[in-house]
T-cell receptor, first 113, second 113 residues
């Protein structure tokens, strides 16, 4: 079956760089996405990788290695507002011609002053 | 703000009752997915709707059902509520079924007593 593994918690200091890893196991693979969710808020899309390599969007970058079934989210120049939960998610076929998105359990990032 | 709205914000029901949750998708989006998110967990895919048809389903029993209307808004219906159904229910809209970027609504917090 499908599964995603990511660390449950990461703590870092303001201004630092942090990497959140994600390994996945799916039947069929159509890309790895990352979402951010603040307490009490809705998940918001951060980035997506379909092909191997690094995608950069401002302070956030995401990497994918399909041969290793592995990806990571890199957050640079950490700010207090980056304290949130981060989810990796994979898209796979939904069995009725559509797709379904499987989310990991999330990594809670604490940014300290 | 994503433009995706959900109602109601909070809801309290008792075991065995039925509930209907509503979602209005972002303008121009024809695909809606529903997720269940328990506290401290990642969103769990319930199903996806496209052109008023279910287009992918996760591991949820048939008492979870849905509808999509011609204006792409959607409903999630849950029958015979159980205590474990207490969760945040999120809907997410996207431009098409294979979009990797989904836009989430604020969610409906359901409590089953």
């Amino acid at each position: 079956g499908q599964s995603l593994e990511q660390p449950s918690e990461v703590t870092a200091v303001e201004g630092a760089i942090v990497q959140i890893n994600c390994t996945y196991q799916t039947s069929g693979f159509y890309g790895l996405s990352w979402y951010q969710q603040h307490d009490g808020g809705a998940p918001t899309f951060l980035s997506y990788n379909a092909l191997d390599g690094l995608e950069e969007t401002g302070r956030f970058s995401s990497f994918l290695s399909r041969s290793d079934s592995y990806g990571y989210l890199l957050l640079q120049e950490l700010q207090m507002k980056d304290s949130a939960s981060y989810f990796c998610a994979v898209r796979e076929e939904g069995g009725t011609g559509g797709f379904k998105t499987i989310f990991g359990a999330g990594t809670r990032l604490f940014v300290k002053a | 703000e994503t433009g995706v709205t959900q109602s109601p914000t909070h809801l309290i029901k008792t075991r065995g009752q039925q509930v209907t949750l509503r979602c209005s998708s972002q303008s121009g989006h024809n695909t809606v997915s529903w997720y269940q998110q328990a506290l401290g967990q990642g969103p769990q895919f319930i199903f996806q709707y496209y052109r008023e048809e279910e287009n992918g389903r996760g591991n949820f029993p048939p008492r979870f059902s849905g509808l999509q209307f011609p204006n792409y808004s959607s409903e999630l219906n849950v029958n015979a509520l159980e205590l474990d159904d207490s969760a945040l229910y999120l809907c997410a809209s996207s431009r098409k079924t294979d979009s990797n970027e989904q836009f989430f609504g604020p969610g409906t917090r359901l409590t089953v007593l």
